[in-house]
């Protein structure tokens, strides 16, 4: 929370992983980016899945809304890493 504040800019593959990110756009319905996206806005959709708001006036998001936020991008990135699993192994659900 506090690096999405003070360091915005920074390269969001820093801090989470590659399936984490794209977990956030994904359950958020936005369309993946060509490039990694930022820290801030990555932080902003992990919040978004935790009940903020993210209107003009809101400002920042919390530690509980990141906090809920992550827990569906940590189980839904567990999926897309099982699934990777099973497909690997030739067998499917």
């Known amino acids: 929370m ?3 504040r ?3 800019q920074l ?3 820093l801090m989470f992983e590659p399936d984490e990110w794209k977990a956030a756009y994904i ?3 936005q369309e993946l980016p060509k490039e990694p996206p930022t820290l801030n806005e990555v ?3 992990i919040a ?4 903020f708001l993210a209107r003009k006036c809101d400002g920042e998001p919390g530690v509980k809304t990141i906090w809920l936020g ?3 991008i940590l189980d839904f990135a567990a999926g897309i890493r099982f699934c990777r699993e099973l497909q690997a192994r030739g067998s499917c659900v």
């Open 6 to 8: 003070s360091c915005p």
């Open 48 to 51: 978004r899945l935790g009940g």
């Open 70 to 72: 992550m827990q569906r």
């Open 11 to 13: 390269d969001a593959q």
């Open 43 to 45: 932080v902003r959709l």
């Open 27 to 29: 359950l958020n319905k």
């Open 2 to 4: 506090r690096l999405g």
